[in-house]
């Protein structure tokens, strides 16, 4: 997965209302670097649904590693 630019700034923003804090997102950043990705995939996918109204499916959280790949997966979601 890769290519959603556009989507970037949705997933930037979701993580950090997921973790209280701003944070800086570039595509290949790993999602693993803000903690264990299982226990804030599901988190994520909330706030990426509540801000966006898409919804990311169990397959594709398990097999993101990098924002880009959860900014790509929305920008097919749409």
Same mark, same amino acid.
């Given at each position: 997965m890769s290519?959603?630019?556009g989507m970037i700034d949705e997933v930037t923003?979701?993580?950090t209302r997921v973790l209280g804090? #701003? $944070? /800086? &997102?570039?595509?290949d950043t790993?999602?693993?670097?803000?903690?264990?990705?299982p226990a804030l995939? $599901? &988190?994520l996918a909330h706030? &990426?649904?509540q801000a966006t109204g898409l919804v990311l499916s169990d397959e594709v959280l398990t097999q993101a590693? /990098?924002?880009g790949d959860l900014a790509a997966a &929305?920008? #097919?979601a749409q």
């Open positions: 290519n959603g630019a923003a979701a993580m804090h #701003s $944070v /800086t &997102l570039r595509e790993p999602l693993d670097s803000f903690g264990p990705w995939a $599901v &988190l706030a &990426l649904h590693q /990098t924002a &929305l920008e #097919s």
